[in-house]
């Protein structure tokens, strides 16, 4: 007997014999193995399970509610409130009826029991290895001692856990300290009036900290590309101002106190508008300039003997606006560039060697990246911390989740996943395309991240049935995805970014312009991507799982108790006594596991189901559920396509999938609203709120715009008659390959800049409408190259690894970038033929 700590409860100890354990092995309707073991007494007493702990079993997924090591909790739950009239979302009628109609549930607990070191179930084991690595495959809760990477999933010596962490804790000991000793940085504008034929000065209160000033000015200001189209500028330099010694206080100190004034920097020529009909037309942008007034003007201006004046003054036949910020300690970008590429690089090695979870990576490079903004004197305040997260975008997928989560209560991804199948007549390379192909028409015309979180699930249950490995699979599905989603301005957020700027839009492109200019190199790139994934996956095994299924099916039913115990914590006794029992359910399939790696495995013959019994097995479960899903569908779907017409309605994305999911939980009348927000993937949530804040530092650090400076200047440096041929190469591929490893969002705002400006440069005489086709090919297609490059990349991953299959950065890395250069290619001839050679524009 062993007492738990969840009032008193005995467990008694039970010994199964083998033939018990392995009794039952049947397929669950979940995708997972579920053993029946038929004890021959009651694990726990009917009158020991409290209300309590009632409520903690009804939160748990169906598949493990039916188990019948928790049959004492369903027995007492039906002797308390009887049978249910509503049954509990997709419940069985019994664990041991084999009849699992209706008892279909995706696992949706994102936890991983830390205790274990079970391999994640699309880990292959190599036979020859079987009885070598038993010890690593297997934990029965006897002794074994195992070191896990929680992020990896796989085994790492001590030796690598005792530098990762200690690397980790030299990083925290780095921006914690920074952070706790350097104040959020407070400028204080100053709304200033520069007047005609004459000038304006602000006096430095106080002695600059070094020789570097920044000066940052907001107002109707053209880009520097202007500087050959127009002839009016406001002009700024610095002053050494010469006083007494016995009026040293620049704040009191009056003209005749002034010995002598000095031209310590150059002037700073500003692009303005050359009315003032123009100024009111124009958006308010920020120019910032560092001056650098030297050692020995510093040392004068330190010591008392002169202080520093800013002149500004214009040659515009009108008063000029602007808004003036002093900066005492900017940043030297120069240095800033190098951290920038540090923390990026350092990002790059979490994920790509998987030392910690893709989301506690991205968690501590974009605090690192908020350190070295405090070491350089630039902390952030929080409220503009908070500014950088896309909001917008976190809506969408909160929204669609939840959408998801509901919907697919109904079995509509089942049935979808059987019709696919009579479609396909069961082939495996027609069921693929069938399914690529439909997801790219259908991220042409909803948001790409929409569509992945749709058709995530049907891929999944769809190779379940036809027993494939749905990691390859999926990666085609998002590729393919992304590829459709450069069709149309609302197919990818990179075009919404490109389509909705005011000054492309003056220029002729809009919704048709732009579908039809994009519609031929996407159908030529969707061929060589079907040849490219079709010549990688030639051995149709490479779709296959590479172990005998009947192993891979215990380490996934091992996998989804281990995320079902991890998810209740200690908090209660009551919890633990639901979280114990769970886990004695870990440590006997983990003890069938072993076994069954030290004696082999009879490979199960490959399953052959009829289409009659698949249909039978999946059936639409909720059909009442299933149109109040439809209506919502109809409504987010509907108001979607008006996205791209803002006279018509006002909604954004975000705030459709939100009211969306609001509908559909009012039409759902849910009162286990906790198991619906449970399916929530908040991690991805956190780690897209992280890469935003990431991403925003290191433009803050210069990273973003230096590489704009670099293409642009490239552009420039070509002859005149090859510059359009060069603009769209530079323009496309840096766009690309940037795309892969930074969030395309803040690249793709930077490079639209870049391509108005060298459009509206009238020396170099480019067309703007070629530079748009190549951001947009470059910006949404370079997505595809890792996978972090695209938003739908990371929710495919994200709700795939909720569902018990999970790949990794260099998996992905080996499919997707091929096939991204070769995309890129394609659309460099035809870029090249269409406004080069034939001049289309």
Same mark, same amino acid.
């Given at each position: 007997m062993s007492k738990t700590r969840g009032k008193n409860v005995v467990f008694k100890i039970l010994r199964f014999s083998e033939e018990e354990e392995l009794a039952d092995l049947k397929r669950s309707p979940s995708g997972v193995t579920v053993q029946s073991i038929r004890p021959n007494h009651s694990v726990i007493s009917l009158s020991q399970v409290t209300e309590a702990s009632l409520e903690i079993w009804r939160t748990l997924p169906a598949a493990i509610r039916q188990d019948p090591s928790l049959a004492s909790f369903r027995q007492e739950h039906e002797r308390l409130h009887g049978p249910d009239e509503d049954p509990l979302p997709n419940e069985d009628v019994s664990a041991d009826d084999g009849d699992d109609n209706h008892s279909k549930e995706f696992i949706t607990i994102k936890v991983t029991n830390p205790d274990s070191s079970i391999e994640d179930s699309s880990k292959a084991v190599e036979p020859a290895n079987e009885k070598n690595g038993q010890q690593n495959a297997t934990t029965d809760g006897e002794g074994d001692e195992h070191e896990t990477t929680v992020g990896g999933h796989h085994q790492q010596g001590k030796l690598f856990g005792y530098i990762k962490v200690g690397i980790l804790l030299v990083v925290w000991l780095f921006f914690t300290g920074f952070l706790m000793s350097v104040h959020e940085k407070e400028l204080t504008p100053r709304q200033l009036s520069v007047p005609e034929a004459t000038y304006r000065s602000y006096i430095l209160p106080e002695s600059p900290p070094t020789s570097r000033i920044g000066i940052n000015l907001k107002g109707a200001f053209l880009s520097d590309q202007h500087h050959n189209n127009t002839s009016t500028y406001l002009f700024v330099n610095l002053q050494l101002l010469y006083i007494h010694s016995n009026n040293s206080n620049s704040s009191y100190f009056q003209e005749h106190d002034i010995k002598h004034v000095e031209n310590i920097t150059n002037a700073w020529h500003v692009p303005i508008p050359s009315s003032l009909d123009a100024i009111d037309r124009m958006d308010e942008t920020t120019r910032k300039h560092v001056f650098d007034i030297g050692p020995i003007n510093h040392q004068k201006v330190s010591s008392g003997k002169a202080v520093v004046r800013v002149r500004m003054s214009s040659?515009? &036949?009108a008063d000029f606006p602007t808004k003036f910020t002093y900066d005492p300690t900017p940043m030297d970008v120069e240095v800033g560039v190098i951290y920038a590429a540090i923390v990026l690089l350092g990002l790059y090695v979490l994920i790509i060697w998987e030392i910690v979870h893709r989301t506690f990576a991205a968690i501590i490079a974009s605090t690192l990246a908020i350190g070295v903004l405090a070491a350089m004197n630039e902390r952030p305040s929080m409220p503009k911390l908070i500014s950088w997260i896309d909001v917008e975008t976190l809506l969408l997928l909160f929204g669609m989740m939840i959408l998801v989560a509901i919907l697919s209560e109904t079995g509509i991804f089942d049935y979808l996943a059987v019709y696919a199948y009579q479609v396909t007549n069961g082939k495996v390379w027609p069921l693929i395309n069938c399914l690529?192909?439909?997801?790219?028409?259908?991220?042409?015309?909803?948001?790409?991240?929409?569509?992945?979180?749709?058709?995530?699930?049907?891929?999944?249950? #769809?190779?379940? !049935?036809? *027993? %494939?490995?749905? !990691?390859?699979?999926?990666?085609?599905?998002?590729?393919?995805?992304?590829?459709?989603?450069?069709?149309?301005?609302?197919?990818?957020?990179?075009?919404?970014?490109?389509?909705?700027?005011?000054?492309?839009?003056?220029? /002729?492109?809009?919704?048709?312009?732009?579908?039809?200019?994009?519609?031929?190199?996407?159908?030529?790139?969707?061929?060589?991507?079907?040849?490219?994934?079709?010549?990688?996956?030639?051995?149709?095994?490479?779709?296959?799982?590479? &172990?005998?299924?009947?192993?891979?099916?215990? =380490?996934?039913?091992?996998?989804?108790?281990?995320?079902?115990?991890?998810?209740?914590?200690?908090?209660?006794?009551?919890?633990?006594? !639901? =979280? *114990?029992?769970? #886990?004695?359910?870990?440590?006997?399939?983990?003890?069938?596991?072993?076994?069954? %790696?030290?004696?082999?495995?009879?490979?199960?013959?490959?399953?052959?189901?009829?289409?009659?019994?698949?249909?039978?097995?999946?059936?639409?479960?909720?059909?009442? %559920? %299933?149109?109040?899903?439809?209506?919502?569908?109809?409504?987010?779907?509907?108001?979607?396509?008006?996205?791209?017409?803002?006279?018509?309605?006002?909604?954004?994305?975000?705030?459709?999938?939100?009211?969306?999911?609001?509908?559909?939980?009012?039409?759902?009348?849910?009162?286990?609203?906790?198991?619906?927000?449970?399916?929530? *993937?908040?991690?991805?949530?956190?780690?897209?709120?992280?890469?935003?804040? #990431?991403?925003?530092?290191?433009?803050?650090?210069?990273?973003?715009?230096?590489? /704009?400076?670099?293409?642009?200047?490239?552009?420039?440096s070509v002859s005149e008659e090859s510059r359009l041929a060069v603009a769209i190469l530079i323009i496309l591929w840096v766009s690309a390959f940037a795309s892969a490893f930074v969030d395309n969002i803040p690249l793709t705002t930077m490079m639209v800049k870049i391509a108005i400006g060298l459009a509206e440069n009238e020396t170099l005489d480019l067309p703007l409408q070629p530079l748009v086709w190549a951001l947009a090919l470059g910006a949404c297609l370079g997505g595809n190259g890792t996978l972090i490059g695209a938003s739908a990349n990371v929710v495919c991953a994200g709700v795939a690894e909720q569902h018990g299959y999970r790949f990794t950065f260099i998996e992905y890395f080996k499919v997707g970038f091929p096939v991204m250069v070769g995309s890129v290619i394609v659309s460099t001839i035809y870029l090249m033929f269409a406004h080069v050679v034939f001049t289309w524009h």
């Open positions: 040659n515009l &036949e690529c192909i439909f997801t790219a028409i259908l991220s042409s015309f909803l948001d790409n991240v929409t569509t992945v979180l749709l058709m995530t699930p049907v891929t999944i249950r #769809l190779c379940e !049935v036809m *027993e %494939l490995n749905p !990691v390859p699979v999926l990666m085609s599905m998002v590729i393919y995805s992304n590829v459709g989603g450069t069709l149309t301005p609302v197919g990818d957020p990179p075009n919404v970014i490109i389509a909705s700027n005011s000054h492309i839009a003056k220029n /002729g492109v809009n919704f048709a312009t732009f579908t039809l200019h994009m519609a031929i190199p996407i159908f030529f790139v969707m061929i060589t991507t079907y040849f490219q994934l079709r010549m990688k996956f030639k051995n149709i095994n490479d779709l296959r799982f590479s &172990e005998p299924q009947d192993v891979q099916e215990i =380490r996934h039913e091992i996998a989804v108790w281990q995320r079902a115990a991890a998810s209740l914590s200690s908090y209660s006794k009551d919890e633990d006594l !639901v =979280r *114990e029992t769970l #886990l004695k359910k870990v440590n006997r399939l983990s003890r069938t596991l072993k076994k069954k %790696l030290v004696t082999g495995s009879v490979p199960v013959e490959s399953y052959k189901a009829t289409l009659e019994e698949m249909k039978r097995k999946y059936p639409i479960r909720s059909k009442s %559920l %299933l149109v109040k899903s439809a209506i919502t569908l109809a409504f987010v779907i509907t108001f979607f396509f008006l996205h791209s017409a803002p006279d018509i309605q006002k909604l954004s994305l975000g705030w459709t999938a939100l009211l969306g999911a609001l509908l559909l939980l009012i039409l759902a009348d849910r009162e286990d609203i906790e198991s619906v927000i449970a399916r929530v *993937e908040w991690s991805t949530l956190l780690f897209f709120a992280a890469l935003f804040i #990431l991403m925003e530092a290191l433009a803050e650090l210069g990273l973003i715009d230096w590489i /704009g400076k670099q293409t642009e200047n490239v552009i420039l």
